[in-house]
């Protein structure tokens, strides 16, 4: 008897299967021998194994294997379950929030799971995710272990997830595509590349009657919607032929609201989200919900409990005259859209402390530059997760972005950098943090510190300003 499946020899157990599948730095095949002595029952593999001494199966795709194994062997029927998928480059993590939200509202939070960058939610077991998606052969294990499995699950695929067949095995109700702009170009060849990975969502992994959902106003979401075959395809936004059409919205610190046209009436939904890029987040989770036949009462009342979604638009709770904002932007058209949405909130200056990551896409640092020179009035460059890379080069990649007359400073502590922007702030000032959003450590190294920017910034303001009133 087959108990369970697994990718890595480490997690064997009696009985269980091994897949053998080529990694970006081992093969899987390397790790047969130590899975049969820990006990594997079978073996899977894309090579022949004849010395094998456990019966074992040649498959040409082993990744795309391991789900649908998962799923079959742990008894999981997904006929019974609301599965919602949210992929694209920005607004995922908000927009499945809004999902998990929404699913809570309707089934109990207990029945509502939720997989994606901030954290795995799966009833009262609440982690922090190691990955934006995880392994559907993982979350079929998990329902199976479950007290209580879940009724919907609202999960982020990541563009990395669907080339490496992370949700094989998974069918989901409804696919949202948000947008696509530069990323991850580290991974993936070129733009086309990207986009060709993204569709596969919406062309391998729907349900028979699964719905897509895409914005229209993003041209790769135009081009999505026209190269889908199916019929079960609803597009949002602002543009004139969009489905769930946005002809009104309004956006404060308080949140943002919005009127749309859809199937011949006008409804309104708001939210507490702050930006004026939710208006399209809450329209995603919005169509979709609606495209599941879910009452737009139920999705008004869900969407307008939702006051902040961790690392996203997160205003940092402080007693001084100017705002801080901490954002996991690290796009240069993620920092285009949160800066352009505090613009209009902001009084005074605004003011941007940045960084780039490490070990990912050196080509978008100096644009990244290019987008703060653009949108605020002053700039702290320092230090993101610089991970194995020095941090001053870095920094010297992403300062060629910004003129040499733009108000800018270089610092490499991210803490004093930090408390440099929130001394220079003033009233009706706002100091956007971007680039690590939720995160609550610093890559140096390889070695994860910790380091929460709203820790940090709640703290030095406090500081900052105890010391202007002793002054």
Known sequence: MILGVTRDSRCIRPGWVYVS???????GDAFIEAAVAAGAAAVVSETPQPSCTVPWIRVANPRAAVGPLSRDVNGIDLADKCLAAVTGTNGKTTVTHLFQNLFAHIYGTDRSWMFGTVAYVCGADIK???????EAADIFLTMANASLPPRAVSMEVSSHALALDRVAGLKF?????????????DFHADMEDYFLTKKRLFTDYLKPDGKAVINLDDPRGRRLADELTTKNTVTFGKASDATFRIIDSHASWDGVSIEVAYEGRLQHFETGLAGTFNIQNVAAAAAGALALGISSEDVGRSLAQMKTVPGRMERVETKGEFAVVVDYAHTPDA???????ARPLTKGRLLCVFGCGGDRDARKRPLMAEAVARHCDEAIVTSDNPRSEKPQAIIDDILPGIPLDFPHHVIVDRAVAIRKALSLAGAGDCVVIAGK???TYQDIGGVRHHFDDREVAMNLTAEILRGRTDD
């Open 21 to 27: 599948v080529p990694g970006l730095k081992n093969h």
């Open 128 to 134: 922090q995710a190691p990955t934006t998606t995880p």
């Open 335 to 341: 920092l285009v859209n949160v800066l352009t949405a």
């Open 173 to 185: 109700d409804v696919a949202v595509f948000t947008n696509l702009t530069r990323d991850h170009l």
């Open 437 to 439: 959003g939720h995160e």
